[in-house]
């Protein structure tokens, strides 16, 4: 099932801004690794941040093409 030419602008524009966020988290993900001590607990939670974003990014990413059976 597709989205309609509104739904389709505003799910594109919640795609990108859910990309930015994850490209965002795996900086910070990065820069806590290199630090190294102290902060696993943080580094744990925008793991997890950085899976649901991945998931919501899939689910739109499908909403957004249409299934197309061979």
Same mark, same amino acid.
């Given at each position: 099932m597709g989205v309609t030419a509104p739904d389709e602008v @505003?799910?594109?524009a919640k795609l990108a801004q859910l990309m930015q966020e994850h490209r965002d988290l795996d900086a910070a993900? &990065? @820069?806590l690794a290199l630090n190294g001590s102290g902060v696993q =607990? @943080? =580094?744990s939670r925008l793991k997890k941040r950085k899976l649901q974003l991945k998931d919501e990014i899939a689910e739109i990413n499908t909403n957004l093409l249409p &299934? #197309? #059976?061979a």
């Amino acid at each position: 099932m597709g989205v309609t030419a509104p739904d389709e602008v @505003a799910a594109r524009a919640k795609l990108a801004q859910l990309m930015q966020e994850h490209r965002d988290l795996d900086a910070a993900i &990065d @820069a806590l690794a290199l630090n190294g001590s102290g902060v696993q =607990l @943080a =580094l744990s939670r925008l793991k997890k941040r950085k899976l649901q974003l991945k998931d919501e990014i899939a689910e739109i990413n499908t909403n957004l093409l249409p &299934d #197309i #059976i061979a």
